[in-house]
């Protein structure tokens, strides 16, 4: 058939990415995937097809013109390779580590078809790692507008605001309310998948364009919006505070000692660096049976994180099964090949604990998948009498976050959904002239890439804004 | 960086620290507290604010030496720095005139307390106070707390000043009307308070003090049980209603990481309680 014409030769595997040794990498915190060399690179550039109708570009969220990249990088133009890439995405060092790209650009890939899809992550770490150690390329600085914005939460889409907007030359300033700049990518995605010096880079890129970053101002309290244009002299303001507010379960015994949200787990280990404790001061404790309810990113995450910090048996326990598991299949494969263990079809209905407090025991009911509910997926409904009891001396609730709440509460006149995302355009634009947000505290939680798209388009509309605004 | 600009031993182990901060000293309201990390190996502690000046730029809190990082603190000179400071965070205590309030403060928390006399006073409020240490040595500023007050009581845990415990406060709400009752200090103390207020029908006002990180209401550590609902001290409080919360469960949820911080001050002693063996910020 189609095969026998005579075709390019499809090279149905892709490249293999070495790794650290499962048996090595439970145990420490440095990088697992450890990336393509040069070589490497190009022989996986070389599968791509340069398809003319490309298919993978509309599993992009920001449109990435894939087939031009790997052009460029096949003819060792690296430098206009990696700059194709960032006319769409300026975060591709982050991106190329934790996108879905399974669940997107390489889900269209035409090679997928016949064996394993072009591993266009893979490429772009490439690049982005290739020009960062080489240092970043300045851009020449515009002559200053004399608008300002303030930026509100130093997560992917507040820092891709900031750049673009420094880049036009508007004065920027960053407030972030925690201590270190990057969101989710500092607090949240631990240092084995993200290297934070990867997002360091890139935050100092953004203040060497000019942008000003002020750490430790949580706005709704320090200053509110309003304040921030009116006495303040803002023209402009962006809001990218994130889906940051944990979930609980409800149930019985959930205070005790030992049970964590993943938000405080990841936060204690990730952004106060627990797991160096006690040369850095923020305690955290970990105990022999570690349990993980939930099943997407912020589980595994919180799983993988436990077992490095020394847990003897780490268990997953999700309410639906194997197929509905939210969290990215290579990031469940990384697990499993660690030695975590998951267990499906399952949720908690109580905690046990000692007379000092701290949490001994997790009782369960078993599941049972229902008829489809909204989101699509079956619905877990329990088994009645199937209550069984594990031993647990660490949990970790990864059972969802919600949008931070205080800027909504803080300011006048801003629109609200019922779940508390803010209301916005298109472009970010929101019920309130001159104010826009975007990232997570507009979709819920959502992803690195939907975040930074976000803020491309915000700024976009930002900067339109400022051009026809007269000077005050 | 924030400037520390006095350090002064209130009592033994109480230290007041006034830090350059202008721009909370200008946004700063009575009840609400920052967040201090003294360097960047440092825990974010929460402390509540003692006062803020905002045309000195300057905010002022009062801490007691419990622990590795307050104690690492209370050796800062004047004309140190601090690494980073949040705030002000939580929310700003309710002020109006209420009628007559009686404030109950123990411990450190009588410096924000102060304050917060100071505020409700000028609001127009009959003030009763009473403030209280386990022992005499302990207790500071009580002149300035009794120029404030309308009537001022004094008491320790071991009696040795004026009244020993809290019983003598019954036979204060015995006499008078009270309108409002504002407590704070060690969660005992305030559980306590509460239950004296309580079948006198006063509402009761305590400030929490769960273990907090973030404070900015996305970790979940600080959740406390009020009314049966889970509450977070950071962004739902830190003052809650005395009678609807559950402090049984607050006062163990402080005590979590109690190995870790026993461990954690030890090294410090063993250092010698000084910046050696540990990088320079
Ligand atoms: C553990 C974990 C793992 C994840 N893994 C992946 C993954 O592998 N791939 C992927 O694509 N996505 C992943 N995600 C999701 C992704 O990180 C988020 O969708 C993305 O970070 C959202 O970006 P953002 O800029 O909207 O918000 P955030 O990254 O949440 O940043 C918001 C920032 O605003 C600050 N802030 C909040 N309120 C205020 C305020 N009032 N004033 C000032 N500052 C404020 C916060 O401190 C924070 O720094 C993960 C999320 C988590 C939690
Ligand atoms: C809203 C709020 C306001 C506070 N205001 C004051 C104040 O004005 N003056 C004052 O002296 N203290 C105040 N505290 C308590 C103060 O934060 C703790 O004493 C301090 O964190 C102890 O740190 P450490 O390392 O010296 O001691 P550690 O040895 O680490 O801890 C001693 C005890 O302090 C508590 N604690 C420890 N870490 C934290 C933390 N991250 N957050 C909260 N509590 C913790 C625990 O109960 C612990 O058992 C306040 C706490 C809260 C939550
Ligand atoms: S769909 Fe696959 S083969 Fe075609 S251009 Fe895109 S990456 Fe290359
Ligand atoms: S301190 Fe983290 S939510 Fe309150």
Redesign the interface.
Known sequence: MAESKPKPKIKKESVPILKQKPEDRRRNFNEVALGYTEEQTLEEASRCLQCPKPQCIQGCPVEIEIPAFIKLLREGQYEEAIAKIKEKNSLPAICGRVCPQEEQCQKFCVVGKVGEPISIGRLERFLADWERDRGFAMPKKPPATGKSVAVIGAGPAGLTVAADLAKLGHKVVIFE???LPGGVLV?GIPEFRLPKKIVQAEVDYIQKLGAELK????IG???TIPELLKERGFDAAFIGTGA???A?M?VPG??L??I??A??FL??VNL??SYA???????I?IGKHVVVIGGGNVAMDSARSALRLGAEEVCIVYRRSREELPARREEVENAEEEGIICKFLATPTRFIGDE???VRQMECICMELGAPDDSGRRRPVPVKGSEFIMDTDTAVVAIGRSP???IQRTTGGLEVTRRGTIVAEENGKTSLEGVYAGGDIVTGEATVISAMGAGKKAAKAIHEYLTKKPFA | MYEVLKNMELAPKIRLFEVYAPEMAEKAKPGQFVIVIIDEKGERIPLTLAGYDAENGTITFVFNEVGKTTKQLGILREGDSIWNITGPLGNPSEIRNFGRVLCVAGGVMIAPMLLQVKALREAGNTIVTAIGARIEELLFFEEEVKALSHEFYVATDDGSKSYKGLDFLRQILAKKKFDRCVSMGPVVMMKNVSEITKPFGIPTVVTLTPIMVDGMGMCGVCRVTVGGKMMFGCVDGPEFDGHQVDFDGLIKRQRMFLPEERLSALLWELQGGCECGRKQA
Do not use: V
């Open positions: 309310a925690l201590h607090y750490l430790g101002y949580l309290r320090t200053y940051g507010l944990p609980f409800n959930e205070n000692g030992g964590y949200s938000s405080e936060i204690r106060m660096k404790f006690p040369e850095y001061d923020t305690p404790r000092k407090g701290w931070n709440p205080i």
